[in-house]
């Protein structure tokens, strides 16, 4: 068995958030999504999320996690650090307790209708 120490990173860390979408996400010119703008998030007023992707809307819900996540980070991950940390220590950098879920389909977003002649 791992045995881990976990410190955290000044006070408590702070809670963030997962994103799950059904299906796949491909950009335009076919290269990767990493540092690239996904969409914009929005709530409605009864907490209903909302994601804006390109010329689609997806709307989701709000879901608790069974069991929650930690994200952990190295302790003393830094170069020329003195000491050099000892092994298994690690600091929580943030804790996922909930989740965005999206399994809907897409919806498009029709700005414009032709009139009829």
């Known amino acids: 068995m791992v045995q ?4 955290s990173c000044g006070g ?6 997962l994103l799950e979408l059904q299906g796949e996400l491909e950009s335009r010119d076919g290269a990767g999504l990493a540092g690239r703008l996904l969409g914009d998030l929005h709530f409605t007023r009864q907490g209903t999320p909302v994601l804006l992707v390109g ?3 997806l709307y989701g819900k709000v879901v608790c996690l069974e069991k ?9 991950g830094a170069a020329g650090e003195e000491p050099p940390p000892a ?8 804790l996922v307790k909930k989740k965005l879920l999206f399994k809907t389909r ?3 977003i029709i700005t414009n209708l032709p009139k009829k002649a």
């Open 4 to 7: 881990l120490r976990l410190a």
């Open 12 to 17: 408590d860390p702070p809670e963030w958030l």
């Open 55 to 57: 010329h689609h809307i």
């Open 68 to 76: 929650p996540l930690a994200v952990l980070a190295k302790a003393g």
């Open 87 to 94: 092994p298994g220590h690690y600091v929580a950098k943030a």
């Open 106 to 108: 897409p919806k498009p």
